[in-house]
């Protein structure tokens, strides 16, 4: 089978009849029905047989419909590769990105893409890092953000920066812990907001709470860092967040201890392997590096 009967075969499979099929391809019934006929001559067998609900694919047929699918698929996907290269200035980006990079980093991101490419529509999802691998694979958006690297075989991930993790407490808590020698010391006592759930930080923030012999109990445990962080502010406790977050948290209400003793943690861009982003997803991709240099520019908050 070449590609134009192809296309046939997968408009008939569609619409069940051959004017549908002529109408959905611009061209006349006739056109359609010689197509389909040249095409079980060149095979040697029935593709469709007619019945009172249409034209029903034959047992060939529905193994080639679940071989071809992909293909027509792909072709598909060329035509609007096409379409977008030929008017560059225009089309759309569908993103997808952990909520602590949505609401930390993003929209410095979606303003500068506004302002170079104002003709593209951009879509913005905010998912947690478990649900990238679905997104990806059926095509729902064109790239994720997230930290740390994808596991699945199916995806790549690109690194774009590594910084420091940093524990974040509300000043107003850190000034009435009592004075000692060491942060671990000061903040023996203060209670930690933990993370449920398969959140990679959850590690993190378990290890340091262990660290600093934070006494053991039920506690607050939440499903997201922004919630935790929230519950910072309000001064219930300590969390561990990003070097995003971190940059961004005002030091008049908030102090942030660099977290040496933990590794860097990263920040990556995955697409699928089978489907890498369209023109205008690779332009805003290209963005990152510049827009994370200037959200990174100014430092965090530390206290000594």
């Known amino acids: ?52 609900a249409g034209l029903t694919p034959t047992p060939e047929a529905q193994v080639l419909a679940s071989e071809s699918t992909g293909i027509h698929r792909q072709l598909d996907a060329l035509r609007r590769t096409a379409r977008n290269l030929a008017a560059s200035d225009t089309g759309d980006v ?22 170079r490419y104002p003709q593209v529509g951009v879509e913005v999802r905010t998912i947690h890092q478990d649900q990238m691998t679905q997104a990806l694979l059926t095509r729902s958006v064109d790239f994720c953000l997230g930290f740390y690297k994808h596991p699945h075989p199916q995806i790549r991930s690109d690194l774009l920066v590594s910084g420091r993790m ?13 004075r000692a020698t060491s942060h671990s010391a000061r903040l ?16 993190s923030i378990d290890e340091i709470a262990q660290r600093l012999g934070t006494p053991a109990g039920p506690g607050i445990q939440v499903q997201t860092s922004r919630l935790a ?31 040496h003793e933990l590794p860097p943690i990263s920040l990556y861009s995955y697409h699928a392997r089978s489907s890498p982003p369209g023109l205008q997803g690779t332009r805003m991709l290209a963005m990152l590096p510049g827009v994370l240099h200037a959200a990174l520019s100014g430092q965090p908050p530390r206290r000594a």
């Open 188 to 203: 023996a006592q203060v209670p930690v907001i933990r993370l449920v759930g398969d959140d990679p930080m959850r590690q």
């Open 229 to 259: 962080l929230e519950l910072v502010r309000l001064g219930m406790g300590w969390t561990v967040v990003d070097f995003l977050t971190a940059t961004r948290l005002d030091p008049a209400s908030m102090v942030t201890l660099e977290l």
């Open 1 to 52: 089978m070449n590609l134009r009967q192809l296309e046939v075969f997968q408009a008939v499979l569609q619409t069940g009849n051959m004017s549908a099929a002529a109408r959905l391809l611009c061209i006349t019934p006739s056109a359609i029905s010689k197509a389909v006929a040249h095409t079980e001559l060149q095979l040697g067998y029935r593709l469709f047989v007619r019945t009172p």
């Open 166 to 178: 940093y524990l974040a407490v509300a000043e107003a808590l850190w000034s009435r812990a009592p």
């Open 94 to 115: 569908r993103l997808a990105a952990i909520p602590a990079v949505s609401h930390e980093f993003l929209p410095l991101l979606l303003q500068q893409h506004a302002l």
